[in-house]
Structure formats: structure tokens, C-alpha cells
């Protein structure tokens, strides 16, 4: 038994090229589901091997990257996957939105606005916006070809009419460049229109499914909604407790069990961010070390 | 106080530690040699190299002993390594009439050209547990001469009286397809089904087997032969211009003889199941010939309509490293939906509450 000897970024360049093939496909079909020969990688299925091997692909050794959870760079599978390109890769990492090249992301857009030059690389567990209202393969594939869309919105009115409201909160289903109805993967609905006219470029990667889909910079994402019902980007009415945000989508975290609880921001880096930049922040600062 | 956690790699570091020190046990007990673990927990060792798709025992070993014994853990660990080696092409087809058979059994005739072989089997053993196994001398095994000729397949013997469906005929110079290299997609051909199958789970393949028997898509199998041994892997050089043997792996092959078929064109004949496995593995080969015969239904005229007969529901949940990464998942953190979903169901809950404040007492259904 020889010790393995993996290459920059653990993949090797012949699969790194399929996936960039696939990348490109996607980009030039914005919203299509591309299938590409997703390999196993040494994380579970589930955990993020999708957003792994694009990051893997387009990762380059000048790259700065930063990985997120949930919005934070500190939650354990963040930590564990910057640490997998650290590794593999030798690239800087950052915690700072802004000076990241690259940003692998689980279930959040960052608050602080994208810019160009910069990449969003999404995991996402189930890529198809209709697997829960068509489970088949071949009927879903047949429904984006003919852009048959009629059974989500069949849904999304069900919802009116059952709750007054559309009930989904997270993976809120959106149509890329007026064609393919798309899911953003589990992000709250909060950060839809931040996916609109952005002008980096946004990858998804699903490993498990075995598909990368894309939305090239400056590409029209609309919600999708009805003109009586019109989509609504919501937050909780309450403001971060550690940097006062009123515009930020919040955590909410119980702090003793008589119902005490408190909201903070979800983006660390942006709440860190504000309070290091607040003139006098009567918040109690704890922001924590750079991870480079 | 803010208890979002920062200092998760110290955390991971730390956790990863306590579990070698678990793993390790108790340092006053030897240590498990890797050929204790190939030489015996041989079956285990079976089903993690024919799961994880390596042919290799000892890489197969250090994964039973890496995974504490876990042993889909154990094959995710191996598919994870395999997915680095470099592709060189396809082996030759195996030919398991030409086995070294040292098991090989048939429920279809009670006696066969080259004879019923039982060979290491559980089979007829009384589970009672031993507690007299642990240390004690084990006598040595009467072995009959090998055999001087290939024992021909049931089969092939069936076969020859054009009594079951011919193997498909090899299409020369069409490259093997690579459920490895290339997405899956629907419909699949039989071969990728195949390989599907192989490196499927095996509780989940013995559920499905056992539901075709149980009238969930009845296949009326009979267990035509069953046969262990070794198989030669031979390899075509293009430089030599000649195939050159790689070695001999075990594999276990079960062909399944199941419910025939005919037409007003067509005299009836047997039709059949496929399993074949690395190792000795035969409840996980049965249970792929069952399916196998199972997701033929298009292909023969049969209805679909039980799970083991539905290519898309079979084939996208076989997968025990895909299946267990995105139920474990499930640990993830998912605050930021939950939060979501949180506000939400509060939102509703305020609007009931009004509603029924301003005292028109019955819930309104906005619409059925």
C-alpha cells in the first residue's frame, strides 16, 4: 500500500475538465440542469460534494476562499470543507465576503452585495425545483423541455388557498432569463432578489443528483408569484442584538429554557464587519479571529 | 450570552481524536492485524470491496478497521479512494464457465453434470451459538480433487435446448458502459443496471428481492445455479495485441430461471435474473438476480407496478454511500430554513388568533 498523492484540489484534471465542460454548458443555458459524472468525494453525499467539486474545478492557487454554513464560517462543516482546500489546494482562505474570489455556500447568500469577479458556489441537495410534485426523472426532465410549469403554480395557489399565503420559506422556487424554473437550493426566500441582475456569477453543484446548473452575471431571476400574491422577500421584525442590523435575515437563538431568546445576524462576517466598522457600538464586541 | 459556536476546527480536531482513542479500545487488549480482519471476517471483507467496487482485501481491511467495523462507513471509504485511481480500460468479459468452483449448487436438478458442491457453506447449520468457539482447534477440511474439467453452467445446459433466453450477444467494439464516468440516466440499459446493482446495498436489494416474492412484481425465480470460485481477469493490450491475464478475484454468480415467456410467434422458454458479486456474497447475488429479472418488466411486457419492477425508484436508491450521506445529513445545521419555516408557522398562528379574537369564532377555509 502506497500513501494516495492527490492532485491541486484533490481532483483529478481529467475530471476537472468534465466539470468544467458541464460548468459551461450550464452557463450557457442558465437555469438548465446540466448532468455531469459526479465523482465520490471523501465527504458524504448530502454534505456538500456538489458545491465541493465545482469549487474543486474552477479553483485556482490564486484564489482566496471562503466557505459558509447556514451564513456563518463557523459552523463544523464550513470549517471542514475550508479545511479540505486548505489542504488539497494550498489557497488562502478568508472569512471576509469581500475580499473572497471564491465563496462556497450552504443554504445562505451573503449579505454583503456581490461583486464581479467573484464566484457563488451553491450546494444543493435536490437540484429539481419539481422532484416534490413530480418524483420521475424522465416526466420532470420532459416538463422543464417544454417549459411546462403549470404544476408548481398549481401549487404555489394551493398554498393561497390553503394558508393565504405561499407556504414555502426556503428553496422558494424562481425562473432564470424567462425560461427554466430553478431552484436556488435551501436558502430562505429573504435571499432571492439578491440572486437578480447579481453581478458575479452563481454556480450550483448537486453531487448526490449528479447535476450543475448556473446563472451567468447580470441574468434576470424572478420569483416566481402571482400579481394579486406578489412574492415578499420576508425577515422576523426583530434587529440583531450584537450589531443592530434591521435589514439582515436573523438567527434566532434560545437562550435559557423560560423563553428567553435572542436574534443575531446569520452572516457572521457582515455582523462582525458592522461592529468593527460602528463608530461607537454599544454592543459588546466578540468578534472572533480571521481564519487565513 | 452569544452561543454560536466559534472554534468548530478546535471542536472537529478534538472529536476526531476521542474517536481513535474509541476506535483503539482498550490498549491492555492486542491490537486487530489487518489479516486477522481479511483472513477472518472474510464475508465482511467481501461485501465492502463488492459495495465499495475495489477489488483489493487488504485496502478493504484497513476500511473495516478504519470504520470500527461500520461497514457501509468501511465502503465509502473505499469509494472514496477508488475514485482517484486512474481508469486504464475494461477487463475482458469474465468467464464463469471456466471458474474454479468451490461451491456450486442448483434447485432446478437434483444432480448435474460435475455434481451439487456444497463447499464453505452456512447452509444446514444448526444456529445454535458456540460457546465453545472462541480457541479451539479447528479440524482440518477433507478437500476432494479439484475437478479436471469446467462444470458447465444449468444454464448453458438449459441453453443448449433453447429452453431459456440466450445471454445477449457481446456487440464487438462498443465501449463498456461506466456508471462511474458518466451520469445515469433514464432508461438505463441492462448493463448499467447491472452495475448498478453490484454496488448496491445489500439490505436494500434483499428488501426488494424478498417483495417480488411475496407478490410486489412475482418473477416465479428458481435458483438455476449458484456457484463460487475463482475467475481469471484478463486484460486486451493494444500494444501486445493479445489479452494478458491481471490475476484471480472470487466472485459469486446466481442465475435466477424465472417465469417464461412466448408468443404466437415464439415457442415459451425460461427467461432470467443476474447476480454476480465479488467474494462469497450469495444472499446480496440472489437478491440482484431477483431484481434484476425484475427491472426486465419493459423489456418482456410485463406491468410495472411494484417497487422492484420501477427502474427510476430501484436504481436511484440503491446506492448505500448516497443513501446514508443525505439521510445523515440530516445533522447538518439547517437554522437558517428552520428559522424560515419558524416565522412562518408564527405568522399563521397570529392570524388564527386574530381571527378568532375578532370573534367570528369558526376557522374560514379559504378554499378546498
Excluded at chain 1, 35 to 41: G, L
Excluded at chain 2, 53 to 82: H, M, N, P, T, W
Excluded at chain 2, 282 to 290: G, I, Q
Aim: proline share 7%; with cysteine; net charge negative.
Amino acid at each position: 500500500m502506497t500513501a494516495p498523492a492527490y492532485n491541486f484540489a484533490y481532483l483529478d484534471e481529467q475530471t476537472k475538465r468534465m466539470i468544467r465542460r458541464a460548468i459551461l454548458k450550464a452557463i450557457a443555458i442558465p437555469g438548465y440542469q446540466v448532468p455531469f459524472a459526479s465523482r465520490e468525494m471523501p465527504m458524504p453525499y448530502g454534505w456538500g460534494t456538489g458545491g465541493v467539486q465545482v469549487t474543486a474545478a474552477i479553483l485556482g492557487p490564486d484564489d482566496i476562499l471562503k466557505v459558509i454554513d447556514q451564513g456563518s464560517d463557523d459552523t463544523t462543516n464550513a470549517v471542514s470543507i475550508r479545511q479540505f482546500f486548505r489542504k488539497t489546494a494550498g489557497v488562502t482562505t478568508t472569512t471576509r465576503t469581500r475580499e473572497a474570489t471564491v465563496i462556497q455556500t450552504r443554504h445562505r447568500i451573503p449579505e454583503t452585495p456581490l461583486a464581479e469577479g467573484q464566484v457563488l458556489v451553491y450546494q444543493v441537495p435536490i437540484p429539481e425545483p419539481l422532484r416534490f410534485l413530480e418524483p420521475r426523472e424522465t416526466e420532470t426532465r420532459r416538463m422543464h423541455a417544454h417549459a411546462d410549469y403549470g404544476l408548481m403554480h398549481v401549487k404555489l395557489y394551493e398554498d393561497i388557498a390553503r394558508h393565504g399565503h405561499i407556504a414555502t420559506t426556503y428553496a422558494y422556487p424562481v425562473k432564470v432569463d424567462g425560461r427554466y424554473v430553478m431552484d436556488p437550493s435551501p436558502t430562505p426566500k429573504f435571499d432571492n432578489p439578491k440572486m437578480d441582475n447579481c453581478p458575479a456569477l452563481q454556480l450550483f453543484g448537486a453531487g448526490r443528483e449528479k447535476r450543475i446548473y448556473a446563472i451567468p452575471p447580470h441574468t434576470e431571476v424572478v420569483s416566481l408569484d402571482f400579481e394579486d400574491h406578489p412574492f415578499e422577500a420576508s425577515r422576523t421584525d426583530e434587529t440583531c442584538a450584537l450589531c443592530g442590523a434591521d435589514d439582515t435575515f436573523l438567527d434566532e437563538v434560545i437562550t435559557d429554557d423560560r423563553g428567553g431568546r435572542m436574534f443575531v445576524c446569520s452572516d457572521t462576517d457582515h455582523c462582525e464587519t458592522r461592529r468593527v466598522t460602528a463608530t461607537a457600538a454599544p454592543w459588546d464586541s466578540e468578534a472572533g479571529a480571521d481564519h487565513v | 450570552m452569544y452561543v454560536a459556536v466559534k472554534g468548530g476546527e478546535k471542536a472537529i480536531a478534538s472529536a476526531h481524536r476521542l474517536l481513535a482513542h474509541e476506535r483503539r479500545g482498550d490498549p491492555e487488549i492486542p491490537e486487530l492485524s489487518l489479516s486477522q480482519i481479511s483472513g477472518q471476517l472474510g464475508r465482511a471483507v467481501d461485501r465492502v470491496m463488492c459495495e465499495g467496487s475495489l477489488y483489493d482485501r487488504e485496502l478493504a481491511a484497513l476500511a473495516v478497521k478504519q470504520a470500527c467495523g461500520d461497514l457501509i462507513e468501511a465502503i465509502f471509504l473505499l469509494r472514496a479512494y477508488r475514485t482517484t485511481l486512474p481508469r486504464f480500460g475494461s477487463s475482458e468479459p469474465l468467464d464463469t464457465a471456466n471458474m474454479q468452483v468451490r461451491r456450486r449448487i442448483s434447485s432446478t436438478f437434483k444432480d448435474i453434470p460435475g455434481g451439487q458442491v456444497l463447499g464453505p457453506t452456512f447452509d444446514y447449520t444448526h444456529r445454535l451459538l458456540d460457546t465453545g468457539l472462541e480457541g479451539a482447534n479447528v479440524d482440518e477440511p477433507h478437500l476432494a480433487p479439484a475437478p479436471s474439467a469446467p462444470l458447465p453452467r444449468v444454464t448453458d445446459l438449459l441453453g443448449a435446448d433453447d429452453l431459456i433466453e440466450p445471454s445477449p450477444e457481446e456487440v464487438p467494439g462498443r465501449p463498456v458502459e461506466d456508471l462511474t464516468r458518466e451520469p445515469l440516466e433514464f432508461p438505463a440499459s441492462r448493463e448499467l443496471r447491472l452495475q448498478n446493482l453490484a454496488r448496491g446495498d445489500e439490505g436494500f436489494l434483499l428488501a426488494l428481492g424478498y417483495s417480488t416474492q411475496r407478490g410486489y412484481g412475482r418473477t416465479h425465480p428458481f435458483a438455476g445455479e449458484i456457484r463460487l470460485g475463482e475467475v481469471e481477469v484478463e486484460f486486451f493490450a493494444e500494444e501486445l495485441g493479445f489479452a494478458v491475464p491481471l490475476g484471480q478475484i472470487t466472485v459469486t454468480e446466481c442465475q435466477m430461471v424465472n417465469q417464461f415467456k412466448g408468443s404466437a410467434t415464439e415457442a415459451p422458454r425460461f427467461t432470467r435474473g443476474y447476480g454476480l458479486t465479488f467474494g462469497h456474497s450469495e444472499r446480496k447475488a440472489m437478491s440482484m438476480a431477483l431484481v434484476d429479472r425484475s427491472l426486465r418488466a419493459r423489456e418482456l411486457g410485463e406491468e410495472v407496478k411494484a417497487p422492484a419492477q420501477d427502474e427510476e425508484f430501484v436504481l436511484s436508491h440503491s446506492d448505500n454511500v448516497q443513501a446514508t450521506g443525505f439521510v445523515e445529513h440530516l445533522k447538518l445545521p439547517h437554522y437558517v430554513d428552520f428559522q424560515a419555516e419558524l416565522g412562518l408557522v408564527r405568522r399563521m398562528r397570529e392570524e388564527v388568533a386574530g381571527r378568532q379574537h375578532a370573534g367570528d369564532g369558526k376557522l374560514q377555509e379559504a378554499a378546498e
